[in-house]
């Protein structure tokens, strides 16, 4: 079956300190993922997807097949990332998109 | 401006109501969905449309019924609203490419009571 898990409700971080959004999958193909994210009071919206390969707010995310992992991380947090991150698995042939229950990360001053 | 609309924002309405959830995009996109989400919980993809005359159901079984009469217009009814079906609702399009990325509206928060 096709599955996210983010195994992470909440991720409360102070600024300047790394930071780590874990997001596990499985599928049986060839995935595609990506991190969404949703600022306060703001749609949801594309941060970034694993074949970019691109760091995007100085977030970076690294796709693992052997773990079936693609966490998200960034070296110095700041306030401004505080958000709802999502992890997603694109499979299937028309564009679904399978999404994790999110992780909220909070940085604190 | 290109964008994805969704009206209403936020709804209260009592049970056995028939409602609408309005759905527009200035995108020129031909893929739409519609996405279900309890709070705290995932998106789950409820229905989909690659273009006019096209409707699937998505993972999610739902009461909810769409059309797409109109490249721009995807509208999610429900014909008699119950409390179960309370919950966000999220209209998002993309591109006819595979990798396309979905573009998603502001919700729609349904409480029905």
């Known amino acids: 079956a096709q599955r996210v898990t983010q195994p992470e409700k909440l991720l409360s971080v102070f600024k300047g300190a790394p930071v780590e959004l874990k997001c596990n999958y499985s599928y049986s193909g060839s995935p595609e993922l990506f991190w969404y994210v949703q600022y306060s009071r703001q749609r949801l919206q594309l941060l970034l997807r694993?074949?970019s390969r691109e760091s995007i707010k100085g977030f970076t995310a690294d796709l693992n097949k052997g773990e079936t992992s693609f966490h998200l991380k960034k070296p110095f947090a700041q306030e401004e990332d505080s958000a709802m991150y999502y992890c997603a698995l694109r499979g299937g042939g028309y564009n679904k998109l399978i999404f994790g229950a999110g992780t909220r990360l909070a940085v604190h001053p | 401006e290109a964008d994805i609309y969704q009206t209403p924002r936020y709804l209260v309405i009592g049970t056995g109501k028939k409602i609408t959830l309005e759905c527009s995009q200035t995108?020129?996109?031909?893929?739409m969905y519609w996405y279900q989400q309890d709070p705290g919980m995932e998106l789950h993809l409820i229905h989909y449309?690659?273009?006019?005359?096209?409707?699937e159901k998505g993972d999610l079984s739902s009461e909810s019924t769409v059309s797409r009469i109109r490249t721009e217009h995807f509208p999610l009814t429900l014909e008699s609203a119950r409390p179960s079906h309370t919950s966000q609702y999220l209209c998002?399009?993309?591109?006819?490419?595979?990798?396309?990325?979905?573009?998603f509206g502001p919700g729609t928060r349904l409480t029905v009571t």
């Open positions: 995108m020129g996109h031909d893929k």
């Open positions: 449309s690659y273009g006019v005359n096209s409707t």
């Open positions: 998002a399009s993309s591109g006819l490419g595979g990798a396309s990325e979905q573009y």
């Open positions: 694993h074949i």
